[in-house]
């Protein structure tokens, strides 16, 4: 089993450092946390820490951030998510429990049983999620970073998937491609009917319909193999695929590795797109709509905070995608 010491090794810092990176405790440079991202990500260490040290100068109950780590989960990102919700709850004097059972509803029970009287933030959202009615019972102030479908009465924030996929369709049949393919999320994604992987797939089957471009999707797991396995099923489907829309920013630089070794130049040969948090861009630039994480998880807090002092109702806040052009999309040329 992968350790923190393991992490740090491979990053060449010290242990804490890679604890500061998961906590959000001490800032860690750019470059350092992006390095401790990926080799989390290529090690595959799972964080089991149980809570996440702040400030409780001002006596505010404690914010519990009930956060599954399961065995699809792209920890890299799950730690830009920890990290931004404990910056935003120290700035309203909060401390933060994490709760990452892969089970997130034995987090949830237990938190109750024990008599938690705080709020709490709720990542990992299903469509038809057991938390939901645990938690309205409760009547503890949750925000869900998602939207279950049955969100009446709910404190929401996320990204509006749905129309980012229906964007990133828009922008590349603007350019002229009309064979466009979507490597998705891993496959648990969507057998637990994770919202965001089910709505940017139905952005983008809506979108492909309504310009008259032929669109077609794939999941892809993690590795080299299983992106080539995605790539051939795209092409094989697809044969004159021109563009590639990815929304699984573990898979993204080995995707654009297997481009290259197949002779496919980006953009000239094959135009990509990205869908994924904007950290995660900084290290692979690419013509991208950008995931904002960190305004997410501010939201998130601020609207925990409404609640407690009882000066908000129930409301789903879905912010809007804004395509960023680093050169790797192009209008196709006709031959």
Known sequence: MTTIGDVARDVGVAPSTVSYALSGKRPISRMTRLR????????????????????????????????PVRSDTDHAVLLQFIAAIGEAARSQGR???????????????????????????????EAADRRVPMLRASRIPTVFIGVPDQADGLYCVDFNFELAGSCAVSHLAGLGHREIGLIGSPRPAYKRGLGYARRLVQGFEKSARQVGAHGCWAPCEPGRDEVRRCLDALTARLPNLTALIVHNEAALPMVLSELSDRGLRV???MSVLAIAP??????????????????????????????????????TRLLGPRIADHGTTRRVVRR
């Open 36 to 67: 401790i991202e990926e080799s989390m990500r290529r090690l595959g260490y799972r964080p089991r820490v149980r809570s996440v040290p702040g400030s409780c100068g001002s006596g505010a109950d404690p914010l519990a951030l009930f956060a």
């Open 95 to 125: 401390g933060l429990l994490l709760f990452s059972d892969e089970h997130g509803f034995a987090d949830v029970e237990r938190a109750l049983t024990g008599q938690f009287s705080g709020a709490a933030i709720v990542m990992d959202v």
């Open 267 to 269: 953009p000239q040969d």
């Open 278 to 315: 904007q950290r995660s861009m900084e290290a692979t630039p690419v013509t991208s709509i950008a995931i904002p994480v960190r305004q997410i998880c501010r939201i998130a807090v601020a609207m925990v905070t409404d609640q407690v002092e009882a000066s908000s109702d129930p409301e």
